[in-house]
């Protein structure tokens, strides 16, 4: 069992920034993966960013430059720094780590971003 507590969402207007952190406890081994997805509505979801175990940082093309994502191993946290949002941002972003062959999820914090 793993779980997770999402913080961060919230309304913010454009140009603004928010710091999305993810906690996960339970049963922890090695997280391979921790990273952020979103599903902004009426799209699928899609990868926003991922923090592997030996550093790697693939980014969506959409918020390269803009969001920085980072990693507590000590704590089992995953934080999105999210600079310069735009309302194309607006979504409900999910966590989710890979821990051996299983994928786990968070239960999703809303972000919008609107004037």
């Known amino acids: 069992q793993v779980q997770f507590v999402e913080s961060g969402g919230g309304l913010v207007q454009p140009g603004g920034s928010l710091r999305l952190s993810c906690a996960v406890s339970?049963?922890?081994?090695?997280?391979?993966?921790m990273g952020w997805y979103r599903q902004a509505p009426g799209k699928q979801r899609e990868l926003v960013a991922v923090?592997?175990?030996?550093?790697?940082?693939p980014y969506v093309d959409s918020v390269k430059g803009r969001f920085t994502i980072s990693r507590e191993n000590a704590k089992n946290t995953v934080h999105l720094q999210m600079n310069s949002l735009e309302p194309e941002d607006t979504a409900v972003y999910y966590c989710?780590?890979?821990?051996?062959?299983?994928?786990?999820w968070g239960q999703g914090t809303a972000v919008t971003v609107s004037s």
């Open positions: 989710n780590v890979v821990q051996g062959s299983h994928s786990y």
């Open positions: 339970g049963t922890i081994f090695s997280l391979n993966a």
């Open positions: 923090i592997t175990s030996v550093g790697s940082t």
